[in-house]
């Protein structure tokens, strides 16, 4: 069958060269975006599991602001399509590409290698390039695995226009295109002057949503209500893509994007993806006192820093619809917090939670990391104690995780300093449920013992509950 179907799209191809017919243009493309499908290492029904199920937004960015500037752009998430990354080749036959634009995290870079390693089998001259987290962390590494031509660094609207137009129009030198990592014709590496982060965001255009299935996901309303994170915790990645500058488009602009969500879509449960939504206190007044006075009718959740959590923010964000906050904790020992840079004191976590649980938000999550570098058994059990004691206080989830050191963080940059010695660089594994790494204090086998009793103390906590997170 398969043969059949390659000799018609051989005759076809020849027609088409001979211009006997020609291709509707709107299933052609310059530039084809790919997010390649989740690693097995998550249950092989991940594409229907709710909190997996997310539209590549980051993609969907790059794809508006390209299609702006005239550039033909299609994207496909072979995530939602299968698990099987050798679709991608049916695709490019359909669209003929000139340049391919990946995007990977850490635990999906594997299977965008071996995507990518399909599509240059059927056509070794496409161009290729890789953006997103894995690649902004170790991009020498990524372009020695061989089949990527460039690797765009962090915010990458700007600077994939700017490759775009060179590889397309040959506009620019290549040397000058900022954020750029590849190796030039001499075998050297290439690491071009970084790029500045984009100041005004209501410049960009809204993720080219429409270039999505956005009814397959479960959270079809992720949407970014700001950029960066001034803080600087070692074992996060989110500096990588955005910086440190927290920077917002306007209350206006976000509202906009809102109504937009609802009026095009349908959609009114929204994901804020913000890597911390309540940086800036002022901007949350602002932006839930106006979804207050247009009476949108929204359900809402948001990562929060603790530290900036007031009781009178609480009930702001609840009555503008806010049903889900989620606290990066990390860690009930206030030696390891500060150690680990997250600047921010047991007791304000506490007054955190509770004010949000005294404001009526059903679901308050606390995200636990066991392993840091400075943890001992004694730290985590003090931790685990802390944790069930913000369930007291009203939190309804304990998220567990293991420390998980991902390229670029600090973390993986100064493992040997700060005693972190590496298990696995099975990129797969890094899911923040396998262990991969072990220190002094904490062997792998004493690791795995705290973590499936933490577990085990917090699942039966959640089963005496009834709620369930975000996934309704
Ligand atoms: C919301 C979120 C989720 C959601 C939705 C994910 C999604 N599909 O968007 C859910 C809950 C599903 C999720 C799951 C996981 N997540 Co998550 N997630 C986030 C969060 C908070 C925001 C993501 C987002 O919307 N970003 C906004 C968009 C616009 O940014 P972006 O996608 O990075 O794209 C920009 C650039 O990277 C670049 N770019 C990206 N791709 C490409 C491609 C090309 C060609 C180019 C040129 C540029 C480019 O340009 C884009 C626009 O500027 C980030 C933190 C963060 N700041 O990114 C963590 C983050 C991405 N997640 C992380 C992790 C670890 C996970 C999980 C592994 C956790 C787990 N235990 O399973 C899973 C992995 C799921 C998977 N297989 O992909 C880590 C990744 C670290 C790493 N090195 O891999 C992050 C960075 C958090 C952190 N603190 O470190 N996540
Ligand atoms: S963990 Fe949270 S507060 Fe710390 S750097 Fe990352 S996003 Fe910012």
Aim: glycine share 6%; proline share 5%.
């Amino acid at each position: 069958m398969d043969e059949v179907v390659s000799d018609v799209l051989a005759i076809l191809q020849d027609l088409k060269a001979r211009k006997v017919i020609d291709w509707p243009r709107e299933d052609r493309c310059d530039v084809l975006l790919v997010a390649p499908p989740f690693p097995l290492t998550y249950d092989i029904a991940a594409a229907k599991a709710p909190e997996y199920s997310a539209p590549p937004i980051g993609l969907a960015y790059i794809a508006a602001f390209l299609r702006q500037a005239g550039i033909s752009v299609d994207i496909v998430d072979l995530h939602v399509s299968g698990t099987n990354s050798e679709e991608i080749v049916s695709f490019c036959r359909r669209k003929e590409p000139k340049i391919i634009g990946l995007t990977a995290n850490t635990p999906t870079y594997p299977n965008a290698l071996r995507t990518v390693l399909h599509i240059k089998a059927w056509n070794p001259g496409i161009t290729i390039v890789l953006g997103g987290v894995h690649a902004s962390g170790i991009p020498q590494n990524c372009l020695a695995d061989g089949p990527f031509d460039f690797v765009v660094l962090g915010e990458g609207e700007e600077t994939m226009l700017e490759l775009c137009r060179h590889l397309l129009g040959n506009e620019g030198r290549l040397q000058n295109i900022r954020g750029i990592v590849y190796i030039d014709s001499d075998g050297k590496c290439v690491n071009t002057i970084p790029r500045l982060p984009i100041a005004d965001l209501d410049r960009l255009p809204f993720p080219a949503r429409d270039l999505l299935n956005i009814q397959e996901y479960a959270k079809k309303g992720a949407i970014c209500t700001s950029r960066g994170c001034p803080n600087n915790c070692m074992f996060c990645s989110c500096n990588l893509i955005f910086g440190r500058q927290y920077r917002t488009p306007s209350v206006k602009r976000v509202i906009q994007e809102l109504v937009h969500l609802y009026d095009k879509y349908g959609i009114y449960e929204i994901d804020f993806n913000d890597d911390t939504f309540n940086w800036n206190p002022d901007r949350v007044f602002s932006l839930c006192n106006s979804i207050n006075d247009l009476k949108l009718k929204l359900r809402w959740s948001c990562f929060c820093r603790a530290a900036q959590m007031t009781p009178d923010m609480a009930v702001l964000m609840q009555r503008a619809g806010c049903g889900a906050v989620q606290f990066g904790v990390e860690s009930g020992s206030q030696d390891v917090l500060k150690s680990i840079g997250k600047n921010t004191g047991l007791r304000q976590i506490e007054d955190a939670v509770s004010a949000v649980s005294r404001a009526g938000i059903d679901e308050i999550v606390c995200g636990i990391i066991i392993g840091h570098p400075q943890d001992t058994q004694k730290s985590v059990e003090d931790t685990l104690d802390y944790a069930e004691h913000l369930l007291k206080l009203g939190a309804t989830r304990i998220m567990l995780s293991l420390l998980t050191p991902y390229p670029g963080t600090q973390a993986y940059n100064d493992a040997e300093r700060l005693g972190i010695r590496f298990l696995s660089h099975d990129w797969e594994k890094y899911i923040f449920s396998k262990i991969v790494m072990e220190t002094d204090n904490l062997s792998k086998e004493k690791v795995r013992s705290l973590y499936v009793n933490g577990l085990i103390r917090f699942l039966k906590h959640e089963k005496n509950r009834e709620r369930i997170w975000r996934s309704a």
